[in-house]
């Protein structure tokens, strides 16, 4: 129930290519979703969030797609640079309580020059 | 932007000893900070949740006699690795919730490598 899966676990895309990372989840409690970047070696940095209320967010060339139905959301990532290599994951929270975070198993993004 | 800080960024220990990390929220007030703990490859693993001034919340499998969490302030709050081993060696993170910024918010520290030798 507390779960995020995430996938894939790997994606190369070229330059300039889309990416795109899926997330889905079982708690229905669950009414924050954000997307975080990880460089090696460094800490997570928020990317970009959305509340099940909205189906889409978009900022900058970061897009986030929410399915509240399928309880799933995605991220996309346009027009894709080697420097948006790093590790990215999902996470979902909770308004109630200590808004614990709970993260996806992470995904390895590498775009080709 | 909010920021948190992590002292230190990489520290070596030999095995049996203790070892301190500080996070700090420079510019905002953390009533909520979060222990992470990362092992290579790995997802962000929860390890507590503390709260200035009262005792840390822990999540199921960590050993709390083992890794002391202190909130003494509303800026700073510390991560104690007692009677370190191999094993515990991995990349602890903290993140801190700002709570003029919002209910979910989080910002995290740029992380502590911990080795164990």
């Known amino acids: 129930q507390q779960q995020v899966k995430q996938s894939p676990q790997s994606l190369i895309v070229q330059k300039g290519g889309i990416s795109i990372i899926n997330c889905a989840y079982e708690n229905t409690a669950f009414d924050y979703f954000p997307w975080y970047q990880q460089f090696p070696g460094k800490g997570p940095a928020l990317l970009i969030a959305i509340r099940p209320d909205v189906s889409e967010k978009k900022e900058g060339r970061f897009t986030i797609s929410f399915n509240k139905s399928a309880k799933q959301f995605s991220l996309h990532i346009m027009d894709s640079q080697p420097g948006d290599s790093a590790t990215y994951f999902c996470?979902?929270?909770?308004?109630?309580?200590?808004?614990?975070?709970?993260f996806g198993t992470g995904t390895r993004l590498l775009v080709s020059p | 932007g909010a920021v948190v800080s992590q002292h230190p960024s990489w520290v070596i220990c030999k095995s049996g000893t203790s070892v301190k990390i500080e996070c700090r929220s420079l510019d905002f007030q953390a009533t909520t900070m979060f222990w992470y703990r990362q092992f290579p490859k790995q997802s962000l693993m929860l390890m507590a949740t503390?709260?200035?001034?009262?005792?840390?919340?822990?999540e199921q499998g960590v050993e709390k006699d083992k890794f002391l969490i202190n909130h003494a302030s509303l800026t700073l709050s510390t991560l104690t690795v007692t009677s370190a081993h191999p094993e515990d060696s991995s990349f602890y993170i903290c993140?801190?919730?700002?709570?003029?910024?919002?209910?979910?918010?989080?910002?995290f520290g740029p992380g502590t490598r911990l080795t164990v030798t």
């Open positions: 503390s709260n200035e001034g009262s005792k840390a919340t822990y």
């Open positions: 993140s801190a919730r700002d709570p003029l910024a919002g209910v979910y918010e989080q910002y």
């Open positions: 996470a979902a929270s909770m308004g109630t309580g200590f808004q614990k975070l709970v």
